[in-house]
Nanobody, 118 residues
């Protein structure tokens, strides 16, 4: 079992940057795929980026490609989401989640708020 804790959210002006962190407070997620999801106000939770356990393969939603970078440090049980050129539409609660290669996301963090005022 893995417990995930996100940090790094906050208020940032459009065009600014933030780096989110997802740390495993219990267990190790080196064997898991890690995803970052965003839930905008009044909307569902959408996957914005994911990274495979080796860190060699990443995927991004079209809306963030070229602006967000996901990376992982398995030695320190941490996954990062570097967000640049932020836009008001990036506002939402960001969650990290973990899954095994052949399963759905099963472990979730509590979320961290990112606000980009228009």
């Amino acid at each position: 079992q893995v417990q995930l804790v996100e940090s790094g959210g906050g208020l940032v002006q459009a065009g600014g940057s933030l780096r989110l962190s997802c740390a495993a407070s219990k267990g190790s997620f080196s064997n898991y795929v890690i995803g970052w999801f965003r839930q905008a106000p009044g909307k569902g939770r959408d996957l914005v980026a994911s990274i495979w356990n080796s860190g060699g393969s990443t995927n991004y939603a079209g809306s963030v490609k070229g602006r967000f970078t996901i990376s992982r440090d398995n030695a320190n049980n941490t996954v990062y989401l570097q967000m640049s050129s932020l836009k008001p539409e990036d506002t939402g609660v960001y969650y990290c989640a973990a899954r095994r290669a052949d399963s759905a996301y099963e472990y979730w963090g509590q979320g961290t708020q990112v606000t980009v005022p228009s």
